[in-house]
């Protein structure tokens, strides 16, 4: 207002004069920039209040102070076939126990096999019986009824890239079925299982794997804050990588490990029996507390569950209560 009717400066000298001009540079307000903010209106946030989801593994939630942090990039790292996959898939069991809606993207299982697995690890030992093919060999089944029951449970509480839809000539970029499953559907945790397979349904057009790399985790830690969920990435290790930090054996480019919040490893160690691995927690952006040296942990081959010291390897889930209740049983599950 201290322009009056003028349209610059030399305008207001030649009307109002010198005391005018001076009074329009006094009172000038900095234009603000967008991309600045001041430090003294950033939100103050507790660490230990910001919102979690359980691993399922104690020890790991010790460390973490609670689980893995919204609003961030978590990865779990391993070798192939050392089993990143399926502890992966037991983060996912724990986030739908705690009601939040998940969407995964599986690069190397059919539809039918990862929901499999989530079955098999929701199901528990207990629920789990031997049965006899027609060669007389036997396998570990779920019963018609419990199947049923751990369906109706996370029945739209865990949603699926469907893999049947990538010879689709209209398939959506995999970023974008992210943020559609988010907004549309709700989804809290998204587990993208895995990083090489994942970038090969990403939109853009560059051709050099490890840019590729670099600008697809850039983009999912930005979709992570702006949403605030929970990102889980999997990730393969190098073959053969001499570096002694962890976080450099990520395979790919630098920046994965650089904008991950939290990073889990999953590996082979020495003198472990041949169901045991080494878990590991390389880094821990929130609070810095690591775990380097690893802790073991047990995988139980009937229910593919992951456990170490103080888990309980046959917990129950909320689907058993939910069927005891549907069934009007009071003490266990019907078996077909």
């Excluded at 983060?91 to 995964?104: L, Q, R, S």
């Amino acid at each position: 207002e201290d322009y009056l009717d003028c349209k610059d400066a030399n305008e207001i000298l030649k009307k109002y004069g010198v005391e005018q001009i001076r009074k329009c540079i006094e009172n000038a307000v900095r234009i603000p920039v967008k991309q600045i903010i001041d430090l003294a209106d950033v939100e103050d946030e507790n660490p230990y209040l910001v919102e979690k989801l359980p691993t399922g593994i104690s020890e790991f939630d010790r460390i973490l102070n609670g689980g893995l942090p919204f609003g961030g990039l978590a990865i779990v790292a391993g070798k192939r076939g050392e089993g990143k996959s399926t502890v992966s898939s037991q983060i996912v069991i724990n986030a739908i126990e705690k009601k939040y809606t998940c969407f995964a993207y599986s690069g190397e299982l059919p539809n039918r096999a990862f929901r499999s697995i989530i079955d098999f690890q929701a199901a528990g030992g207990m629920h789990i019986t031997e049965a006899t093919n027609i060669n007389g060999k036997s396998y570990n089944t779920i019963s018609k009824t419990n199947k049923e029951l751990i369906s109706a449970w996370y029945r739209g509480k865990c949603l699926l890239y469907d893999n049947g839809c990538l010879d689709d000539d209209e398939t959506i970029g995999l970023l974008t079925t992210i943020e559609t499953a988010i907004m549309q559907y709700g989804a809290r945790v998204i587990l993208l299982d895995n990083l090489m397979t994942a970038i090969d349904l990403d939109e853009s057009n560059i051709s050099d794997k490890n840019e590729k790399q670099s600008i697809f985790v850039k983009k999912l830690a930005r979709i992570a804050l702006r949403y605030n969920v929970l990102i889980i990435l999997v990730a393969h290790k190098r073959k053969n990588n001499f570096s002694t930090d962890d976080n450099d054996e990520i395979s790919g480019s630098g920046d994965i490990s650089n904008l991950a919040s939290v990073i889990i490893s999953y590996e082979r160690g020495k003198d472990l029996g041949q169901f045991q691995r080494l878990g590991k927690i390389t880094k821990n952006r929130l609070f810095g507390n690591l775990e380097l040296k690893g802790i073991t942990l047990d995988y139980d081959q009937k229910s593919k569950r992951i456990y170490g010291a103080g888990d309980d390897v046959n917990r129950e889930f909320s689907w058993n209560t939910v069927g005891n209740s549907f069934y009007g049983i009071d003490y266990e599950t019907p078996f077909d």
